[in-house]
C-alpha cells in the first residue's frame, strides 16, 4: 500500500520505517529540511536501538520530503504523528495536529484516503480533525467532500528504546473507526503484522511465545480513551510501587522482594512494579495531566490519577531529601549524576528526573557533574544551561565527588568498574536511584550504599 507519514519523531519514523521493512511504499513528510536531508542520507534524528539498521533495509521504499503535495494525494494511508505538547493547563497543545490536517485536507485526491490520528490527542480529537479535513478539502477543491476519505484512530502503545520491537510484535493494535471501508484498509495494512507472517530482521528476531496479534475494533472515542488510560494505569503501578517503597524502608522491609512477591501474582504481573526516581518521558506526564484536564471538562475528578502524578514528583525531591540526610550540607559538596535520558535505550530527555534532581542540587549550592553515555549530544542542543555540568567522561563524574546518584540504569553504568571508582571519590556514597546496583557487593568495595526507600 502507499503510505504518507506526517512527522517524522518517534512515533511517525518508526511507524514509517516498519511499515517501510513489512513491503509498503512510505513517504515520510516533516518541515524540518535538516531532518529530511539527514534521513534521506540514511541516518536516523533520533536514537532508537536497531533503527538505523531498519533505515537501510527499507531504503528502496522510502522517500523523504517537506512537500505535502508529494506525499498526499496518491496515499492509501495518511498517519498524522505529530507532537501535541503540553499547555500550561494540562491540555495538549493542537496547533501542530490542526496544522497537519489542513495541509493533508489540501492535498487529498486519490479515491479513498484513511487518514489517521497516531499523535497522542484528547477523546473527541477525530471528529475535530475530521471537520478541519473536510473544511480544507472544500476551500481547496471547491466542491463538498464525499467519501473522498475518512478518520480513523490508531494509538501507539511504543516503548522508547523498544519501539521497532513493538511495533514489529506488539500485545494488539487498536483501531477506532465508525467506518468499515477504513477498517478493511486497516486490516490489509497491518495484516503481516496481525498474522506475524512476514520474515523478521536477523537483528530483532519474532519472541518465541508470540502468536497472532489480536486487532481491537472499537468507536473514535474508544480508542483515544484507551490510549490516555493505558498511560495512566502504567503511571499509576510506578507510583504506587514508590510509595510502597517509602513505606518498606520505615518498616524495615525490603521493596525488591516486596514487589516480585505481589508482581508474581498474575492479577498484577511484575512489570512496571520497579521501585525508583519515578517516571519521565513525553506520555505518562503528558497523558495524565490531558487525561486530568479532560475530566475536568466535564466536571469529573481523576483523584487517583492526581496522586499518581504527585507520588511521581516526590520522588525526584526525595533524591535530594537523602542527600541531605547523608551529607548534611550540599552547599560546595561535588555531586555527580549517572544519566540524563529520561531511560536507557534514548536519548530523549523530555521531564527526565535527572534535569529536575541537577537543578534542585545546584540551586541549593552543590557542584554537579552530569554524564549520559547517548544523550549527551542532544543533551548539549536542548539545556544549554546545564551544559556547563556536564563531563565527557564517566570518571570525572566520580572524581572528588561527595556522592554519586545513579538516575538513569544504562547497561554502561551496570558494568563499570566500580573499585577503582570507588578510589576516586572524596567520599564513596553511591545513591542508587533505580535499585539496580548490588547492595552486598557496594558496600564490600567500600561504598555507602543508599536507596530511595532507606535501605
Not at 475530521?130 to 511504543?158: Q, Y
Not at 544549554?384 to 565527557?392: G, I, W
Not at 564517566?394 to 547497561?411: C, G, I, M, Q, R
Not at 571519590?425 to 530511595?452: A, E, F, N, W
Amino acid at each position: 500500500m502507499r503510505v504518507c507519514v506526517v512527522g517524522t519523531g518517534y512515533v511517525g519514523l518508526t511507524t514509517g520505517v516498519s511499515l517501510a521493512f513489512l513491503g509498503h511504499d512510505v513517504t515520510c513528510v516533516d518541515l524540518d529540511q535538516a531532518k529530511v536531508d539527514l534521513l534521506a542520507g540514511g541516518r536516523s534524528p533520533i536514537y532508537e536501538p536497531h533503527m538505523d539498521a531498519l533505515l537501510a533495509d527499507s531504503a528502496e521504499r522510502m522517500t523523504f520530503t517537506t512537500d505535502y503535495s508529494i506525499a498526499v494525494p496518491d496515499a492509501d494511508v495518511v498517519f498524522i504523528a505529530v507532537q501535541t505538547p503540553s499547555l500550561p493547563d494540562g491540555n495538549p497543545d493542537l496547533k501542530y495536529l490542526r496544522s497537519a490536517a489542513e495541509s493533508v485536507g489540501k492535498h487529498i485526491s486519490g479515491e479513498f484516503t484513511v487518514v489517521i490520528n497516531k499523535s497522542t490527542v484528547p477523546i473527541g480529537s477525530s471528529n475535530w480533525v475530521d471537520s478541519i479535513l473536510r473544511e480544507s478539502f472544500e476551500r481547496t477543491h471547491e466542491r463538498r467532500s464525499d467519501g473522498e476519505f475518512s478518520v480513523a484512530s490508531n494509538p501507539e502503545f511504543l516503548r522508547q528504546g523498544a519501539a521497532i520491537q513493538d511495533t514489529l510484535y506488539p500485545d494488539r493494535i487498536v483501531v477506532g473507526s465508525d467506518n468499515p471501508r477504513s477498517l478493511d484498509v486497516l486490516n490489509r495494512l497491518y495484516r503481516e503484522i496481525l498474522n506475524q507472517t512476514f520474515t523478521p530482521p536477523t537483528y530483532l528476531p519474532r519472541p518465541g511465545e508470540l502468536g497472532a496479534v489480536p486487532m481491537v475494533s472499537t468507536d473514535l472515542a474508544s480508542a483515544e480513551l484507551i490510549k490516555y488510560a493505558a498511560n495512566a494505569f502504567l503511571a499509576l503501578k510506578i507510583s504506587f510501587a514508590n510509595e510502597i517503597g517509602q513505606l518498606a524502608g520505615k518498616v524495615g522491609a525490603d521493596i525488591s522482594q516486596v514487589t516480585r512477591g505481589i508482581g508474581l501474582d498474575t492479577r498484577i504481573g511484575p512489570r512496571f512494579l520497579q521501585p525508583g526516581i519515578g517516571w519521565g518521558g513525553s506520555c505518562f506526564g503528558k497523558d495524565t495531566a490531558a487525561l486530568i484536564a479532560t475530566a475536568a471538562d466535564y466536571h469529573h475528578s481523576m483523584p487517583i490519577v492526581t496522586a499518581a502524578r504527585e507520588v511521581n514528583q516526590l520522588q525526584r525531591r526525595l533524591v535530594v531529601d537523602r542527600l541531605l540526610d547523608e551529607l548534611r550540607i550540599l552547599k560546595g559538596r561535588r555531586i555527580g549524576l549517572l544519566g540524563l535520558a529520561f531511560k536507557p535505550n534514548t536519548d530523549d530527555m523530555r521531564d527526565a528526573p535527572a534535569l529536575d534532581i541537577a537543578r534542585m542540587l545546584i540551586d541549593r549550592g552543590a557542584r554537579v557533574r552530569l554524564h549520559d553515555p547517548v544523550a549527551a549530544e542532544r543533551f548539549r542542543r536542548e539545556q544549554p544551561d546545564l551544559v556547563p555540568h556536564l563531563a565527557d567522561e564517566v570518571e570525572d563524574v566520580f572524581d572528588d565527588s561527595d556522592a554519586v546518584v545513579l538516575v538513569t540504569e544504562w547497561s554502561q553504568y551496570l558494568d563499570l568498574d566500580w573499585a577503582k571508582l570507588a578510589s576516586l571519590m572524596r567520599t564513596p556514597v553511591i545513591l542508587d536511584g533505580r535499585h539496580c546496583l548490588d547492595p552486598q557487593r557496594l558496600t564490600k568495595l567500600g561504598y555507602r550504599y543508599l536507596s530511595l526507600t532507606g535501605r
